[in-house]
């Protein structure tokens, strides 16, 4: 007996993964993809009840999978001010307006928080001082991110407020910024942590409530699930308890992954533990992932440790390898402690000498404690070679890059790394190739959510201003896809629940403006998602919101 549809998707094209390959419609029953198959077959499976979706001739794929990116705080950051420079800030003086201008609103004393400025986009190749955000906001501290989410500047007010002063030492895993004798406000890596705790902390509500709002957003993008890469990396366990109360109240629009802070300083990881909250506890709406720990910091930040120096910004200046955030014997001690515990680690580890350090702690504790299909992973995974890579395939150790940073960060790249070694960045054909299931992420907020240059860069390695690193690094659109969508699921342990359209896996569905496989590349840039379903329920739909 014919079982009948609760909705069907007709009169376009469907990819249902990349071994499914292409079908003419689709069925979905309860939460649950039904069917695929030709539009007669699928008509057939349709009730008197059924809602049929005409697609209009567009392409629908499974929801897109953001495999790494940070969905609080990207809620937060949505209400901060934005220094991006594809918003227009593309000097200092723009910086500094757009914090004028949030001065003029802001209580005297309240903090007035910027994100996403690039120096390398900048007319001016270079940082604000302390004391240009002291004349822009007299009255308030300020803090500025840059958009790697590692370096940022602090006014004098907050560097007051943090207890950062001129002979205050240089963190271990960090660096204060000092010139002619005085302090520049520029802190990289742990030494943001003091202005960081300076700040206000929100409530589990406003944590709930930034949540729920870059949740909705995701799904205007195609995005039906993300991994939430450090729960605790602010508030410790109040992020955990928002995430736990979103999920009751129904108030978490897409599903994720979480990761648990388990570093030097953030770590709610013995929490946790202690409440049984390990990778593979919860359902498919938030379900705990890995642990996190950060080695080192980011390359266009000049803070991702590597085994090269980076080139030299002034003459006569020291070699620069980066930052170390933690020494390899504390690496390995976490590693031994997470893998004994049961749960999947996910470090942040950007440049090679990063990446081998990680690589070593791993080896170390499968030699310990061998277990199979733990997918321990390596987050970003940026700057390695394919004898890295090797060792990883050799081990199950899965990585999970950003190729849109080639795309907003990669002429910045030529400037601190050179021509050369830009090229092998966040190698994706290489990592498929090897078989170590590479996913596609933002790291969303360093980069924006857009998945549409994510998806540009894979398929042509071009950064944003058309410049090519590592063509011999491309995919194919249906690879790149699968990198959104399998591979995301596979990274996370979820990829015979969700990442393609077969039956019997989530109906999570994204249909876009552009069929990516018909289009020009570039205009991959101005696709838009018009439909969401989630669990086959519609979600977003670009026309009924418009209307």
Same mark, same amino acid.
């Given at each position: 007996?014919?079982?009948t549809?609760?909705?069907?998707?007709v009169?376009?094209?469907i990819w249902?993964g990349l071994?499914?390959g292409f079908?003419?419609?689709?069925?979905?029953e309860?939460d649950?993809v039904?069917?695929?198959?030709?539009?007669?077959?699928?008509?057939a499976m349709a009730g008197?009840q059924?809602?049929?979706i005409?697609l209009?001739?567009?392409?629908?794929t499974p929801?897109?999978n953001?495999?790494?990116m940070?969905?609080?705080?990207?809620?937060f950051n949505m209400?901060?001010?934005?220094l991006r420079?594809r918003?227009?800030?593309r000097?200092?003086?723009a910086l500094l307006?757009?914090?004028a201008k949030?001065?003029e609103?802001?209580e005297?004393?309240?903090?007035?928080v910027?994100r996403?400025?690039?120096?390398?986009k900048?007319?001016?190749?270079?940082?604000p001082?302390?004391?240009?955000l002291?004349a822009a906001?007299?009255?308030?501290?300020?803090?500025?991110?840059?958009?790697?989410?590692h370096?940022?500047v602090?006014?004098s007010?907050?560097l007051?407020i943090?207890e950062?002063?001129?002979?205050?030492?240089?963190p271990?895993g960090?660096a204060?910024?000092r010139a002619e004798?005085?302090?520049?406000g520029?802190l990289?890596?742990?030494?943001?942590?003091?202005?960081q705790?300076?700040?206000?902390?929100?409530?589990v509500d406003?944590?709930?409530e930034?949540?729920?709002?870059?949740?909705?957003?995701?799904?205007t993008y195609?995005i039906?699930?993300?991994?939430e890469a450090?729960?605790?990396?602010r508030?410790?366990m109040s992020e955990m308890?928002?995430?736990?109360?979103a999920?009751?109240e129904?108030?978490?629009p897409v599903?994720?992954?979480?990761?648990l802070m388990?570093d030097l300083?953030?770590?709610v990881v013995?929490?946790?533990?202690a409440?049984?909250?390990?990778?593979?506890v919860?359902d498919?709406m938030?379900?705990i992932?890995?642990?996190?720990?950060?080695?080192d910091?980011?390359?266009?930040?000049?803070t991702?440790?590597?085994?090269e120096?980076?080139?030299s910004?002034?003459?006569g200046a020291?070699a620069n390898?980066g930052?170390q955030?933690?020494?390899?014997q504390q690496t390995?001690?976490f590693?031994?402690?997470?893998?004994?515990?049961?749960?999947?680690?996910t470090?942040?580890a950007i440049?090679?000498?990063?990446?081998?350090?990680?690589?070593?702690a791993?080896?170390?504790?499968?030699a310990a404690?061998p277990?199979?299909d733990?997918?321990?992973?390596?987050e970003?995974c940026?700057w390695?070679?394919?004898?890295?890579?090797?060792?990883?395939?050799?081990?199950?150790?899965v990585?999970?890059?950003?190729p849109?940073?080639?795309?907003?960060?990669?002429d910045?790249?030529?400037a601190c790394l050179?021509?050369?070694r830009?090229?092998f960045c966040?190698p994706?054909?290489?990592?498929l190739?090897?078989?170590?299931h590479?996913?596609?992420s933002?790291?969303?907020p360093?980069?924006? #959510? @857009? +998945?549409f &240059?994510?998806?540009?860069a894979?398929v042509?390695?071009?950064?944003d201003? /058309?410049? %090519?690193l590592?063509?011999?690094?491309r995919l194919?659109?249906?690879e790149a896809?699968h990198?959104?969508?399998?591979?995301?699921?596979?990274g996370v342990?979820?990829e015979?629940r969700?990442g393609r359209?077969?039956?019997g896996?989530?109906?999570?569905v994204?249909?876009?403006?552009?069929?990516?496989f018909? #289009? @020009? +590349?570039? &205009?991959?840039l101005?696709?838009v998602c018009d439909?969401?379903?989630?669990g /086959?329920? %519609?979600?977003?739909?670009?026309?009924?919101?418009a209307?």
């Amino acid at each position: 007996m014919t079982r009948t549809a609760d909705r069907i998707l007709v009169g376009g094209k469907i990819w249902a993964g990349l071994a499914e390959g292409f079908f003419e419609a689709l069925a979905i029953e309860g939460d649950k993809v039904l069917a695929t198959g030709t539009r007669e077959e699928i008509e057939a499976m349709a009730g008197p009840q059924t809602e049929v979706i005409d697609l209009k001739g567009k392409l629908a794929t499974p929801g897109l999978n953001d495999n790494h990116m940070h969905l609080h705080m990207y809620g937060f950051n949505m209400k901060q001010v934005d220094l991006r420079a594809r918003d227009g800030v593309r000097s200092v003086e723009a910086l500094l307006a757009r914090i004028a201008k949030a001065a003029e609103t802001a209580e005297p004393g309240e903090w007035i928080v910027g994100r996403g400025y690039d120096h390398d986009k900048l007319a001016e190749s270079r940082h604000p001082h302390r004391r240009e955000l002291d004349a822009a906001a007299p009255n308030n501290p300020v803090y500025i991110v840059r958009a790697c989410g590692h370096v940022g500047v602090a006014s004098s007010k907050a560097l007051q407020i943090a207890e950062i002063g001129h002979n205050t030492p240089d963190p271990f895993g960090g660096a204060i910024g000092r010139a002619e004798g005085e302090l520049t406000g520029w802190l990289a890596e742990t030494a943001r942590e003091p202005v960081q705790r300076a700040m206000p902390s929100p409530t589990v509500d406003d944590i709930v409530e930034a949540i729920e709002v870059a949740g909705r957003d995701l799904l205007t993008y195609g995005i039906t699930s993300c991994m939430e890469a450090a729960i605790g990396i602010r508030d410790d366990m109040s992020e955990m308890r928002a995430y736990q109360k979103a999920h009751a109240e129904n108030r978490l629009p897409v599903r994720v992954a979480g990761v648990l802070m388990g570093d030097l300083d953030r770590n709610v990881v013995d929490q946790c533990h202690a409440e049984g909250l390990v990778t593979g506890v919860g359902d498919d709406m938030f379900r705990i992932a890995g642990v996190k720990i950060f080695l080192d910091g980011s390359a266009g930040g000049r803070t991702a440790f590597m085994s090269e120096p980076y080139e030299s910004e002034t003459e006569g200046a020291p070699a620069n390898y980066g930052l170390q955030c933690q020494t390899a014997q504390q690496t390995e001690d976490f590693v031994m402690k997470y893998h004994k515990w049961g749960y999947q680690v996910t470090p942040h580890a950007i440049g090679d000498a990063a990446i081998e350090q990680m690589l070593v702690a791993y080896e170390k504790a499968y030699a310990a404690h061998p277990v199979e299909d733990r997918r321990h992973r390596i987050e970003h995974c940026g700057w390695l070679s394919q004898s890295q890579i090797d060792r990883m395939a050799k081990m199950g150790i899965v990585p999970a890059p950003q190729p849109t940073f080639i795309y907003f960060f990669g002429d910045g790249y030529e400037a601190c790394l050179g021509k050369e070694r830009p090229q092998f960045c966040y190698p994706m054909k290489a990592f498929l190739e090897a078989g170590v299931h590479p996913s596609a992420s933002t790291d969303c907020p360093v980069c924006d #959510i @857009d +998945p549409f &240059a994510n998806i540009y860069a894979m398929v042509t390695r071009k950064t944003d201003t /058309g410049v %090519v690193l590592g063509e011999d690094q491309r995919l194919s659109m249906a690879e790149a896809l699968h990198c959104y969508t399998y591979e995301a699921a596979y990274g996370v342990h979820a990829e015979e629940r969700k990442g393609r359209l077969i039956p019997g896996q989530y109906a999570d569905v994204a249909v876009f403006s552009n069929d990516f496989f018909e #289009i @020009d +590349p570039e &205009a991959i840039l101005t696709t838009v998602c018009d439909m969401t379903l989630l669990g /086959g329920a %519609v979600v977003f739909d670009r026309e009924a919101n418009a209307t």
